[in-house]
């Protein structure tokens, strides 16, 4: 998160604000993150129905790479470093965690709630990251290590049922 306020929003009509804030999801009031993660989970549903798990991998992976971009236009835009607004590392955060999860709106609210758990804690080495990684790449990586957090405690939970996948 930003330690300066981002008193300026640029418009949605540009393509990289509209990618950055998740066609606007990030200019939601309070907890832009959450409902960065929460906008993340209708496509990611239709992605794994329609094409599986692998879809929703490579997908993550080119956003990944759009977000740096669509990350990095914001902040020149706006001149602040990892603003609120900029929830597009989140929904490939939330896209990888769901990645490893079956196909059930059970599942589906749990991965929502760790990933916003690890992302919010920010256990070492995400905080350094966090903090130390400027640019489209720091906003983006630290939600990555959130996410890997995240799939391995799913994945443990998953093995503790006896539902791995």
């Known amino acids: 998160m930003s330690n300066q306020i981002d008193t300026q929003r640029p418009g949605l009509d540009s393509p990289s604000v509209l990618v950055a804030t998740w066609f606007g999801a990030g200019y939601l009031p309070k907890a832009?993150?959450?409902?960065g993660s929460l906008a993340?989970?209708?496509?990611?549903?239709?992605?794994?129905?329609e094409y599986g798990t692998t879809v929703i991998l490579a997908a993550s992976f080119v956003l990944f790479f759009i977000g740096?971009?669509?990350a990095n236009g914001y902040m020149a835009q706006t001149g602040t470093h990892d603003p609120g607004p900029v929830v597009v590392d989140e929904?490939?955060?939330?896209?990888?965690?769901?990645?490893?999860?079956?196909l059930n709106v059970g599942w589906y609210l749990l991965g929502f709630a760790v990933f916003r758990l690890f992302d919010i804690v920010k256990p070492w080495?995400?905080?350094?990251?966090d903090s130390k990684i400027d640019g489209g790449f720091g906003?983006?990586?630290?939600?990555?290590g959130a996410a890997?957090?995240?799939?391995?405690?799913?994945?443990?939970?998953q093995y503790g049922l006896g539902q791995m996948l």
């Open 32 to 35: 832009p993150g959450t409902w």
């Open 40 to 49: 993340a989970l209708p496509l990611a549903w239709l992605i794994v129905q």
């Open 68 to 70: 740096m971009w669509a």
């Open 91 to 102: 929904v490939v955060g939330q896209w990888l965690v769901l990645s490893v999860l079956p």
């Open 125 to 129: 080495p995400i905080k350094w990251m």
């Open 139 to 144: 906003v983006m990586v630290d939600d990555v």
């Open 148 to 157: 890997g957090y995240g799939i391995v405690m799913l994945l443990a939970i």
